[in-house]
């Protein structure tokens, strides 16, 4: 048993090869794939900035990278290095966080808080939908209460929590999607803002946090 337990092993080992990672320059073990379609965490990504990748002479067309810098995806394509993140390479699906602060919503109105920036010339952000958390303190919120996800120069907000920082002594965690409306609500190059409609609440004590599911559509 013990003789065809290492013959197994010794075949196996001809089949793949595994790299010191003590040794190993881009910082874990990393491997070329060549099938038609792979998903990758990125822990598993060769990680790099851009500029050290496009001095490398080991890369095939279809190996992808991690740029370190710009936190995007790079697929190279036989010539150069493309994000697959914020083009049209593919419908990339992102998600956002953001906790607000008592103090930063007492004036959410007339200072919003961005919650994902600018995507670049030609693309806009689209939300998919929304996720608001509060943890109640001990005052609520009062007057101007619905919180609003909203781009920065549209003339309506893309998803909207009617009335829900009216957490009377209760703690809340409500989703919202996207809501339906004849106004524009997108814009070229425009970053995704939190906001309260109307004005800033008049009364409240409790910290907020809204999470954003969205993705960048080519105009």
């Not at 490398?56 to 010539?79: A, E, P």
């Not at 409306?181 to 009364?203: E, I, Q």
Request: hydrophobic share 40%; proline share 2%.
């Amino acid at each position: 048993m013990r003789k065809l337990i290492l013959f197994v092993l010794l075949i196996a080992s001809f089949g793949a090869t595994a790299q010191n990672q003590d040794v190993n320059p881009y910082g874990g073990i990393y491997y070329n794939d060549h099938s038609n379609y792979r998903m990758f965490g990125a822990d598993v990504l060769v990680r790099s900035d851009r500029a050290t990748a496009e001095a490398r002479t080991d890369v095939i067309k279809g190996d992808h990278l991690y740029d370190t810098l710009t936190q995007d995806v790079l697929l190279y394509n036989g010539s150069t290095w493309v994000s697959q993140n914020n083009t049209g390479n593919c419908a990339c699906i992102k998600e956002a966080s953001l906790t607000i602060a008592t103090a930063d919503v007492l004036t959410l109105n007339s200072a919003p808080i961005e919650i994902v920036a600018a995507p670049g010339a030609g693309y806009a952000i689209e939300v998919l939908s929304a996720v608001f958390s509060m943890t109640y303190n001990s005052i609520p919120y009062a007057t101007n209460t619905t919180l609003q996800v909203k781009t920065s120069g549209a003339s309506s907000s893309q998803i909207e929590f009617s009335s829900l920082l009216l957490a009377l002594g209760a703690d809340v965690l409500n989703s919202n999607q996207k809501q339906s409306t004849s106004s524009s609500n997108m814009g070229d190059n425009a970053a995704l803002n939190l906001t309260v409609k109307t004005g800033n609440p008049t009364a409240g004590n409790s910290d907020i946090k809204v999470y954003v599911t969205y993705r960048i559509i080519e105009l």
